[in-house]
Nanobody, 121 residues
């Protein structure tokens, strides 16, 4: 059974930066597409960024970003540590949300429990 554990959230001022970390266990990490999603109360969970698998001769997974966050976030993975990161810059109050780590592959989907990011002065 796959598990994902997020860390690195918290309170940050507008314009600040934050890096979220997600450590995975229980599945073959390199063979899964990884992602970060976010959700605010009353709204659907939305994609922030994804990064593709890297076990098939690729040195780097392909990345995709939500339009609202392009240029402000970067997703990366470190297979030897079973870890995926989300670096966020120029944060805005509207980026306040619970951020979830996600892994998908072979018809399976794993979610972390989420971590709160609050952007406020």
């Amino acid at each position: 059974q796959g598990q994902l554990v997020e860390s690195g959230g918290g309170l940050v001022q507008p314009g600040g930066s934050l890096r979220l970390t997600c450590v995975a266990s229980g599945f073959t990490f390199s063979r899964y597409t990884l992602g970060w999603y976010r959700q605010v109360p009353g709204k659907e969970r939305e994609l922030v960024a994804t990064i593709g698998r890297t076990d098939i001769g690729r040195t780097e997974g392909s990345t995709e970003y939500a339009d609202s966050m392009k240029g402000r976030v970067a997703i990366s993975r470190e297979n030897v540590r079973n870890t995926v990161y989300l670096s966020m810059d120029s944060l805005k109050p509207e980026d306040t949300a619970v951020y979830y780590c996600n892994a998908q592959g072979y018809g399976l989907v794993y979610w972390g429990k989420g971590i709160l990011v609050t952007v406020s002065s």
